[in-house]
Each structure stands twice: as C-alpha cells, then as structure tokens.
Nanobody, 116 residues
Framework: QVQLVESGGGLVQPGGSLRLSCAAS????????MRWYRQAPGKERELVAG????????NYADSVKGRFTISRDNTKHTVYLQMNSLNPEDTAVYYC?????????WGQGTQVTVSS
C-alpha cells in the first residue's frame, strides 16, 4: 500500500532552517509528482511546493518562494523540503502528498514550530 512518512520537523527560532524528508513506498515513486502541504491551526491546508516526477519542474506558494526548496532523490524514494529564513507564520503541520490512480495520499505530517 502507499505509504508516506514525513520527518525532520521540530522547534526552530525565527530565521532558522529545517529540512523535511518524506520517505515513500508502495507506488512507482519515480513516475509520480510529489507535493508538500501545510496546515496551521484554524486554517485550511495549503499547497506549499510541488515537484515533477523527474524533478525538472517545481512550483511554490508565493509565501515561500525564495525561502523553500523542494527536491527529490528517486534512488531513495524520498522527497525533501529545505526551509530557510523561517518565520512564525510558517508554523504548521507539514504533509507530503501524491496522487496514484487519481487517489490522493497523505503522510501523517510533521510539526514545524517557529518561535523564539
């Protein structure tokens, strides 16, 4: 079955950095686009970044452009989200996601808290 397992979240001070990882299994990873979403308390889940199956195309929410970088390693079946210059507005649970045969799958999420 499709499994997505996020890791790398934690508490970081404003201006700091974190790197999230999402280990994928149970589907053809190298032919699947991947996305990172986040959901802050009291807010709807929002798309943060996406990457094409081979990694040649990426897209970002305006709020994270220039600060976050999505990447993937198809040999490790892992997608990453490098987050720099973090601010308190980035505090949220971060989820990786993919679509397989028109069904969306999500990981359990990893908490990112930006606070001094």
């Amino acid at each position: 079955q499709v499994q997505l397992v996020e890791s790398g979240g934690g508490l970081v001070q404003p201006g700091g950095s974190l790197r999230l990882s999402c280990a994928a299994s149970g589907f053809p990873f190298s032919t699947s686009a991947m996305r990172w979403y986040r959901q802050a308390p009291g807010k709807e889940r929002e798309l943060v970044a996406g990457i094409s199956n081979a990694g040649g195309r990426t897209n970002y929410a305006d709020s994270v452009k220039g600060r976050f970088t999505i990447s993937r390693d198809n040999t490790k079946h892992t997608v990453y989200l490098q987050m720099n210059s973090l601010n308190p507005e980035d505090t949220a649970v971060y989820y990786c996601s993919t679509q397989v045969f028109r069904t969306d799958y999500w990981g359990q999420g990893t908490q990112v808290t930006v606070s001094s």
